[in-house]
C-alpha cells in the first residue's frame, strides 16, 4: 500500500504560530477553525508542541478543546486551518499520522465482558507492530489485574487501562481527552505519573483538562482556552507571572480599619478585594516584607488587632479570572 506522506509548510523543526517556541515542533495547529451550524466550536486556533514535553489545553466545558484534538488526531477535518503532527498534515494523511500517535478519547468504548488483556489484544490486533499486551499493562501497573473483567476495574483502573490502550502502537505522539476527569485525588495523582513516565521515555503529550492543579503541576506548557479561543500560552509559572497578579495578604482586623489607609502603607498595593465583612479585605503586595511589617505595625497603631492573615501565590486560577473575567467553574 502506498502511503500518500505530504509535508506542509512549516515542516519539522520549525517555529509554531503562539507561544515561546523553542525545540521541535511535532504537533502544529495552525489557523484551525470549526463551526458546528452556526456554533463556532474553534475559532482560529494555533499553537506548536515541542517534541517531549506535556502539553495542556485547559478550558472550561464547550471551550473546544475535544474538537481542537480531535482535528489534531485527524478524526475530525476543520473547515479552515492546517493541523499537522511529524511534518504531515493531518487530514491528507490519516493512515500516517495514526500510525505515529496514540489517542485516549474522552469516553472509551471497550467491552464490558472482555478480560482487560483481552481488550488489549484486539486493539494491538488492529496494528502491524503492536507493543506486547503484557509490557503494556506493566506500564500502566495493571499487570496483577490482566485477567479482570473490564467491568470490574475502578475507575482509576479504567483510565490506566484506556492509556495502554492509546499506547499499543507505541505512538510518538499521545493525546488525552480529560485523562483524569472524574477521578479522585489519589488515582489523579497516579496517572500524572504514568503521564511522566511517558514523557521520561520520550513521549509528547497532548492533554486536555478542566483541572487548574492538573494544568499546573503536570503540563511543561498550557495554552488556556475559552470561547474557541487560545486567550494565553506559556510555562505554568510564566502564565502565572504575566497574568496572575502578583502575591496577595488577605488579613482580617477585629474592626473597622480604613482600608485606603491600609493600601497607602509602604509594601501594600490596591485593594484587590472584601469579602463584606468590616475590616476583612485582600490586598496586592508590592514588597511582602514591608507589607507584612506594615500591616502589623498599623494593627497595633490602631488598637484593632488582627485576627487572621494569609499570604497567597497566584495560581492558574487567578490566570484563568484575569484573562477571562470568571472562574473556571462559572
Ligand atoms: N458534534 C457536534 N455537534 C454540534 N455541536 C458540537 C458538536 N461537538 C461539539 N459541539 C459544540 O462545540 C463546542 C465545543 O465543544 P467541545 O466538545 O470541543 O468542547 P470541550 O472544551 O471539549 O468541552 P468539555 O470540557 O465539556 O469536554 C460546544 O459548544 C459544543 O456544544
Ligand atoms: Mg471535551
Known sequence: MILRERAVVPSRGTVGV???ETGEVIVEARELYKAYGTKVAVGGVSFGVRRGEIFGILGPNGAGKSTTLEILEGL???DRGVASVEGLEVWKNKRAVHARIGVQLQSTALFEEL???DNLRLLAALYRHPLPVGRLLADV?????ADAPLG???????????LAAALVNDPVVVFLDEPTTGLDPQARR????????????????????HYMEEAEVLCDR????AGGQIVALDTPAGLIARYGGGLTIRCDFSGPVEKYDLAALPGIGAVAGSDGVEGHYTFRVADLERGLIALLHSAERQGTPL???????????????NLTGHTLRD
Open 18 to 20: 503562539t507561544g515561546d
Open 76 to 78: 475530525r477535518d476543520p
Open 115 to 117: 478480560s482487560i488483556a
Open 141 to 145: 501497573n495493571l499487570a496483577d489485574r
Open 152 to 162: 470490574t476495574l475502578s475507575g482509576g483502573q479504567q483510565q490506566r487501562l484506556s
Open 190 to 209: 497516579s496517572l500524572w505519573a504514568l503521564v511522566r513516565d511517558l514523557r521520561g521515555r520520550g513521549k509528547t503529550i497532548v492533554l486536555t483538562t
Open 222 to 225: 498550557v495554552a488556556i482556552m
Open 307 to 321: 485576627t487572621d492573615l494569609h499570604v497567597r501565590q497566584p495560581g492558574l486560577e487567578d490566570v484563568f479570572l
